[in-house]
């Protein structure tokens, strides 16, 4: 039997299955993507004389689909080439030839039992015997499914619930059934977290699983409450997302953006699968059916219309606002009227906003007003509902958590949230509110079990009701976390803004964890420190975190700050100090590597350019926008992208290339930089040449940090060496300038670009081409930082800069004067 998936047949190209089948492609996965062959022509192909028997006619299903998954905003692909790894078919002509070389082949049609059932008939007389075979259905029992089918089949069968969109959803479920063999199970998950960069959680086989199963609950409940209180639409969303950890879609406009005709059929569906579950009537609660049913009978089901629980309204000056649902109306007499935004304020979220989560949820959800009624109440409830469904759809509590952090995107699950709040204080407050919680909580507690969770060892474990004992947690060899670290080593050296951690075997960890990890002096003293210990018994170097983005750069403020204050040498200080410690770090004599995600702006993308390796997240979204605050990248930007980019074509390791034309290299890079481009993804970072194709991109972000442990020890074990600074960069010179200087002009002139863009510009151009050399030389790196620092401090005290660089940090919006 074939241990690896090479190939895999995705059946049906409606929004999640052509999303599937693209981040198939996305893992470099060959796929097959197959809908229906039409049984009727449009208009159109019967104007065009077109029969049903015509190849643009036999796959217009499949291919509309498959555009649709293409042209989508947020893109489904990391760069449009992958579109080229799909490969197209329909039932008719193609469902044999495709299933016959596949190893897995994914059923992702429509959502009816019946119809799925006679697609697994007819892929069990064509696959072939090794082939998996899963559904992507979001609630059907997986058994009854494969109803009908052989021992042989059933043992093959799975089900495999991505999360739309599959790109950006970290969860997949991964639903076996009774006959399923558990290797095949083994496989498909290992595949899903190396390949998919998927977090899978293992669900038992019943309606909904586990995600869907605990949202549906949890938000109908929530809307019920609100709308019996009092409380509207924005002071709802105000209360349920960011502020508790959630995303900031939170409850009404989550809703708008999934689709409220979506989410009727769901709760409609389930209540009658789940007869047996004492919240089930929650499903159908008055109050929030009658507001459903207000909306759909108006056609206005979110987004898809542009309206809602949310309805966008601009004013007399052109500005956008949304205004919510007047939810007591539609809820009492059907009657769709929206409210306008009020901005609402409690004295509870006043005092807690900027705590750290656990201790903002421990404020909050004791507050004694709407706010904290509200958020105790939601929290209280869905506590209480988890521990209610284990063991019904899973045997862990670390899945039900799982599941809601992956799936949802919650910081905290249910059981992570309840040890925070403390599991004994909770319980004992929610009985006498008279929320029931599972008798295995309290059995717990009386056996003198004071958490979900625990730290034994450095090993962090969970509590298992069946046995009545802490479990370790099932970790994959390459998860790693901050945590881990923090449980098993002592920390090397911290301050306000970063830490220095033992990842073991000699390696070093620099965290970052100042606001947004933006790079400032802390940070610098601690880089400063690691230099120090590779230049002593450290084997390497990591450059990683676990913040939401891997760094937005340069503090800005402090760039702002001390060029409106006019204290130019203050100001060439901090360049030369972000300058000094990243080529220190450069020059380091054991490999230095880092591990970027998300978003990594400016002097954050210098700090990588200045590893010897990467090992980037597939998510991580690069640039140097450093011109549109009116500077050029200036702690090496500039030096690395000539370097990496122009120097290779036009030297041979020895000598110039003197046949070699400069100009599509450089006007490359001074696009890229130019333009401020970032990368929607690591793929087309390495396309804008800010990573190499040596560089690794990982799928999964719980392996970044292991994998860029692994990095820096082969590197080690192969001999590294520093690399040379000196004489390696190619400068292009005054003539190349001049043809630079020239194109900048024409944009001026032309109305593309302002008069300070253009000023900007020609420094850019300067740096680039190594300023205003009489001929082409190879020159150090050092000759180039110098280059970029002058640039920099002359612009700085440009007015029009400065104003940029304020309108940045007071509204986050660029300013082009």
């Given at each position: ?27 470099s ?29 036999r ?23 992958v ?32 119809p ?7 892929l ?32 093959r069968f799975?089900?495999?619930h ?9 969860l ?14 083994a ?16 669900c038992?086989?019943t ?25 509207t ?15 900031n ?21 389930l ?6 579950d ?6 159908l ?24 629980f ?9 500005n ?41 949820l ?79 909580v309290e ?16 090993i ?8 009545k ?8 060899p ?22 220095l ?11 970052f ?9 802390g ?82 993308v ?39 980019q ?43 040449g800010?990573?190499?194709p ?19 020890l ?86 029009k ?17």
């Open positions: 039997m074939p241990t690896q998936i090479n190939h895999v047949t995705v059946i049906g190209a409606g929004t999640m299955g052509a999303a599937i089948a693209g981040h198939l492609a996305n893992a996965t060959p796929v097959t993507l197959l809908d229906i062959a039409p049984t009727e022509l449009t208009a159109q192909e019967a104007a065009a004389g077109l029969t049903l028997e015509h190849p643009k006619v796959n217009r299903i499949v291919q509309a689909g498959f555009e649709r998954m293409v042209k989508a905003r947020p893109a489904n692909l990391y760069s449009a080439e579109a080229a790894r799909i490969e197209l078919g329909n039932l008719a002509d193609d469902f044999e030839r495709a299933v016959a070389k596949s190893d897995w082949i994914i059923e992702v049609i429509v959502e009816k039992a019946e799925k059932q006679q697609l697994m008939a007819r069990e007389a064509a696959a072939p015997a090794h082939a998996i075979i899963s559904s992507n259905t979001s609630g059907i029992p997986i058994h009854i499914i494969s109803e009908g089918r052989s021992a042989a089949f059933k043992k799975m089900g495999t991505f999360f739309n969109p599959p790109r950006y959803l970290h997949l479920e991964v639903i076996p059934t009774a006959d399923t063999d558990p290797a095949l199970v496989k498909i998950k290992a595949f899903a977290e190396h390949m998919l960069g998927k977090g899978v959680v293992l038992k086989d309606p909904n699983f586990i995600a869907n199963r605990m949202f549906t609950f949890i938000e109908s409940d929530l809307m019920e409450f609100a709308i019996e209180n009092g409380y639409v924005e002071q709802v969303d105000a209360l349920t997302g960011s502020l508790i950890g959630r995303p879609s939170a409850t009404f406009r989550l809703h708008d953006i999934v689709g409220i005709d979506v989410a009727a059929l769901v709760t409609q569906n209540h009658p699968m789940i007869p047996h004492e919240e089930r009537d929650v499903l609660s008055p109050n929030m059916t009658a507001v459903f049913q207000a909306l759909l009978d108006n056609n206005l089901p979110g987004q898809k219309v542009g309206q809602g949310y309805k966008t309204v601009v004013d007399e000056k052109g956008k606002q949304f205004w919510g649902l007047d939810l007591q109306a539609a809820a009492e007499g059907g009657v769709i009227d929206y409210v306008a935004p009020q901005k609402p304020r409690w004295a509870s979220v006043g005092v807690a906003r900027n705590l750290p989560l656990p201790d903002r421990r404020e909050l959800s004791n507050a004694e007003d709407a706010a904290g009624e509200l958020i105790w109440r939601t929290l209280a409830r869905t506590m209480a509902y988890a521990s209610r469904r284990v063991p019904e759809i899973a045997d862990s509590l670390a899945d039900i958590d799982d599941a809601m952090r992956w799936g949802f995107g919650w910081e905290l699950g249910p059981f992570e949230t309840w040890d925070v709040l403390g599991v004994a204080e909770t319980t004992a407050r929610m009985a006498a509110e008279g929320i029931a919680v599972a008798p295995w059995e717990m507690l009386r056996a003198g079990f004071a958490s979900f969770y625990r730290d034994e060892g450095g962090r474990q969970v509590y298992q009701p069946q046995t004992q802490y479990a370790p947690l099932a970790r994959g390459l998860d790693l976390t901050i945590r881990d670290l923090r449980r098993s080593r002592p920390v090397v050296a911290e301050n306000d803004s970063a830490t951690h033992d990842m073991g075997d000699g390696v070093l960890l620099l965290e964890h100042s606001k947004m990890n933006a790079l400032d002096t940070i610098f003293e601690l880089a400063q420190n690691a230099v120090e210990r590779l230049h002593g018994d450290a084997t390497g170097l990591v450059i990683g975190n676990e913040g939401q983005h891997f760094s937005v750069g340069a503090n800005l403020f402090i760039l702002g700050t001390l060029a409106q204050a006019r204290q130019w040498q203050e100001l060439e200080q901090v360049m030369k100090q972000g300058q000094d410690i990243l080529m220190a770090l450069r020059r380091a004599p054991k490999p230095v590597v880092a591990a970027p995600f998300q978003r990594v702006l400016g002097g954050g210098e700090v990588c350019l200045a590893a010897d390796r990467m090992a980037a997240h597939a998510e991580s979204y690069m640039g140097l926008v450093e011109f549109g605050v009116g500077i050029v990248p200036g702690w090496g930007g500039c030096k690395e992208m000539v370097r990496r122009v120097t290779p074509a036009l030297f041979d390791g020895a000598a110039i290339r003197p046949t070699v034309n400069p100009t599509p290299f450089l006007r490359q890079v001074f696009e890229t930089l130019g333009f401020a481009k970032v990368s929607t993804s690591a793929l087309e970072a390495r396309g804008l800010f990573l190499l040596e560089d690794r991109i990982v799928m999964n972000r719980d392996h970044l940090l292991a994998v860029a442990k692994q990095t820096v082969h590197l080690g074990e192969a001999g590294y060496a520093a690399p040379v600074t000196t004489g390696n960069v190619y400068a292009a010179g005054r003539d190349m300038l001049a043809s630079m200087k020239i194109e900048v002009y024409s944009l001026k002139e032309g109305g593309f670009i302002s008069a300070h863009d253009a000023k900007v510009a020609n420094k850019l151009a300067s740096v680039l081409c190594g300023g205003d050399l009489s001929a082409p030389t190879m020159m150090d790196e050092q000759y180039f930082l110098d280059l970029e620092r002058e640039a920099n401090l002359s612009l700085a005290g440009e007015e800069t400065q104003a940029r660089i304020w309108r940045i940090l007071e509204t986050g919006k660029p300013l082009r004067n």
